[in-house]
């Protein structure tokens, strides 16, 4: 029996397989999550419905499942109408989500279409697909190395 969270067999095969600098992308409702899969990466879709599942209870799980050394956020280009706002508030629920389970790794936001070519990378191994319906709820998670003792 496995001892983390994680009890997806398909997502726990992908990155079981996964390494270094490997990069899985949660995906909210929106996104267009088929259209920029990298070259060998999969598709999961857990959109049941709009708002089944959330972006942050996927993050929840995998973040016992996973070393996580960089953890990106869609940035908001400058023409959006939400731009200047601030951060999305889903992003501060991402920020207490990694504290609470000791992931001290900052969100560094990537602009729009640059967080698109960067999920499109030959490191992309993994998207699930969300029902969220937060606005900029996408998280890239790029994979770290255990820590001896873990």
Do not use: C
Request: charged content about 20%.
């Amino acid at each position: 029996m496995l001892k983390h969270h994680l009890l997806h067999p398909e997502i726990n095969q992908i990155i079981g397989r996964a390494g270094h600098h490997s990069k899985v992308l949660i995906a909210d409702g929106n996104y267009p999550a088929y259209n920029t899969l990298g070259a060998k990466a999969e598709l999961v879709s857990l959109n049941l419905a709009p708002g089944l599942v959330t972006v942050r209870q996927v993050l929840e799980v995998l973040v016992t499942a996973m070393p996580i050394e960089a953890v990106n956020v869609m940035g908001i280009p400058d023409d959006d109408p939400y731009a200047g706002q601030g951060d999305p508030p889903v992003w501060a629920e991402f920020r207490e989500t990694l504290d609470a389970a000791h992931v001290h790794t900052p969100l560094k936001p990537i602009l729009k279409f640059d967080f698109y070519d960067a999920v499109a990378s030959r490191d992309h191994v993994l998207t699930i697909q969300t029902g969220d319906q937060a606005l900029w709820a996408n998280v890239l998670l790029t994979m770290g190395v255990r820590q001896p003792g873990e």
